[in-house]
């Protein structure tokens, strides 16, 4: 069955830090991958995503994720983060054999400190 | 920007009663699902919907959950008796198609069973 994996469930960087948020799946067939984000008291957003082509894929708000298929990843970076990006991300994942269910991650909660 | 909207947005309810949540979906999204995620853990697919008929459902959609367009924007997740361990966050989402395709999500309902 398929797994998402993110391995921080809580990260506290500073402003201007870089930010770097693992995203790990088992699956072996193609998969469409996501990330969204769910700010305080909002709804969950989609970040970006990535379903073919390129695999560094840029999405609102600076951020930006890699998909790397030998190391079955999809990480979430930002070079400067602000204390508005303080949230809880989410990684995500579909597939056709599977009937395209999103198959959720377990969140990283990201506080930034001003 | 059109967006899910779902109603209540929490609701306490005793053990044994139906719960009925309410779901407006992005009005020409044609793809609509439930999704539940019990504190401190994942997001959990529950069903998907399409055409209206149910097109998947995973295995924590059993007899006791139902779900319904009753009319032209309306979807609703019905939970027929509930137990103490389908207190969660319900979210529902909806897409314009199935494949590859972003899930747009509504703020939830916190539902909470004593």
């Known amino acids: 069955a398929q797994s998402v994996s993110q391995h921080n469930h809580h990260v506290i960087l500073s402003e201007a830090a870089s930010l770097e948020l693992g995203c790990n799946y088992s699956?072996?067939?193609?998969?469409?991958l996501f990330w969204y984000v769910q700010y305080p008291g909002q709804h969950l957003q989609l970040l970006l995503k990535?379903?073919?082509?390129d695999p560094l894929v840029k999405g609102i708000k600076g951020f930006e994720a890699e998909f790397i298929k030998s190391k079955f990843s999809f990480n979430l970076r930002k070079p400067s983060v602000q204390w508005s990006d303080t949230a809880e991300y989410f990684c995500?994942?579909?597939?056709?054999?599977?009937?395209?269910?999103?198959?959720w991650g377990a969140g990283t909660k990201l506080i930034i400190k001003p | 920007e059109p967006e899910v909207t779902q109603t209540p947005s929490h609701q306490v309810t005793q053990m044994g009663q139906e719960v009925i949540l309410r779901c407006v979906p992005i009005?020409?999204?044609?793809?609509f699902y439930w999704y539940r995620q019990i504190l401190g853990q994942k997001v959990e697919f529950l069903v998907s919907f399409y055409n209206n008929e149910i097109s998947e459902k995973s295995e924590i959609f059993d007899d006791q959950f139902s779900v319904e367009r009753p009319d032209g924007s309306n979807f609703t997740l019905k939970i027929r008796s509930t137990k103490l361990e389908d207190s969660a966050m319900y979210f529902c989402a909806s897409s314009v198609q199935r494949f590859q395709e972003t899930q747009y999500f509504g703020p939830g309902t916190r539902l909470l069973v004593l």
């Open positions: 990535y379903f073919s082509g």
């Open positions: 699956y072996g067939g193609t998969v469409n």
């Open positions: 009005s020409n999204h044609l793809y």
């Open positions: 995500a994942v579909n597939a056709k054999d599977s009937n395209y269910q999103l198959i």
